[in-house]
């Protein structure tokens, strides 16, 4: 009797560290990847601002669900189609819609120009409803600083403004002692 009752727990022992061992591996993998992680969408490598993206540049990752929250997930790439880089972006980085503006629409700096951005801080309103190669200009206080060209209006509403070198210590002057700059639409 005592036989069996060893016998027995040695069985039972084996038994739970088998199935044990079973529910660790299943565990590892199909459970563990299902709940914690998500298939996100990233560039195969680098992009250089200004590359219009494609299909065959993005590949499908997995990576923590807290990591990508505000990234695109498989299934919206059509939400990158006719769409270019507006900043170089790292090879293997989850792809962002904010990354990304329509073909054609980042103004470029030409020689003897520089581009600056301008936080939407530092400007009295919105400047949301700036179009990107508009004209505008910019004033502090009741002086006007300089004309510049919008380059990109990011979705936070900062802005990217394209002006002559000899303007940009102006506007950051007027910036550094606190003051609120105005923008102004002008014509072609």
């Known amino acids: 009797m005592m036989k ?3 016998r027995t727990r040695r069985l ?12 660790m591996l299943i565990w590892e993998i199909w459970v563990k990847e299902k709940l914690f992680y998500d298939e996100a969408i990233v560039l195969k ?3 250089e601002r200004g590359t219009e993206i494609t299909e065959d540049m993005l590949d499908k990752v997995l990576i923590p669900d807290l990591q990508i929250s505000t990234c695109l997930k498989v299934g919206d790439e059509g939400k990158l189609s006719s ?3 507006v900043q170089f972006i790292k090879g293997g980085t989850p792809v962002c819609d ?8 980042i103004a470029e700096a030409s020689s003897g120009t520089l581009a600056l951005i301008i936080s939407k801080d530092v400007v009295m ?4 409803q700036l179009e990107c190669g508009e004209k505008i200009l910019l004033y502090s206080k009741d002086t006007v600083l300089s004309t510049a060209i919008v380059g990109n209006v990011d979705v936070d509403g900062d802005a990217s403004i394209i002006l002559e070198e000899h303007a940009v210590s ?3 002057e007027a910036i550094y002692s606190g003051d609120k700059l105005s923008i102004v639409r ?3």
């Open 12 to 23: 039972i022992g084996i038994s739970i560290i088998i199935v044990s061992m079973i529910s």
């Open 186 to 188: 002008i014509g072609e």
């Open 125 to 128: 309103g919105s400047m949301r």
């Open 83 to 85: 769409k270019e880089a």
């Open 170 to 172: 102006v506007i950051l």
């Open 45 to 47: 490598y680098d992009v």
């Open 4 to 6: 069996l009752c060893n």
């Open 98 to 105: 904010e990354y990304f503006s329509p073909v054609g629409s």
